[in-house]
């Protein structure tokens, strides 16, 4: 399994922009599918974007045109570039590791971003 870290959250105000890292572990992490996934207090844990091992991405109707996910194989990184931030983007960001279909082996530790009206 690679081990996955988070780092990047925080407190902004709305319309702002946080730029999410997760530094994965291993020599095989652009095998790997990545994804993004949220969590909101009392929400289920929803998937935000996944990048595949080809550079395909994918995104929820709710951050298109908002977030960018990609990944850097050299780096064994993989971001998520947040822009225009709401309030109802707040909640607990987790890294992904996985199948392109996202099937998921590894969950990062998650970072918090909130977004202050």
């Known amino acids: 399994q690679v081990q996955l870290v988070e780092s990047g959250g925080g407190l902004v105000q709305a319309g702002g922009s946080l730029r999410l890292s997760c530094a994965a572990s291993?020599?095989?992490?652009?095998?790997?599918?990545m994804g993004w996934f949220r969590q909101a207090p009392g929400k289920q844990r929803e998937l935000v974007a996944r990048?595949?091992?080809?550079?395909?991405?994918n995104y929820a109707d709710s951050v298109k045109g908002r977030f960018t996910i990609s990944r850097d194989n050299a780096k064994n990184t993989v971001y998520l570039q947040m822009n225009s931030l709401k309030p109802e983007d707040t909640a607990v960001y987790y890294c992904?590791?996985?199948?392109?279909?996202?099937?998921?082996?590894?969950w990062g530790q998650g970072t918090q971003v909130t977004v202050s009206s």
């Open positions: 992904a590791a996985g199948t392109n279909n996202m099937n998921i082996g590894s």
């Open positions: 291993g020599r095989t992490f652009s095998s790997y599918g």
């Open positions: 990048i595949t091992s080809g550079g395909s991405t």
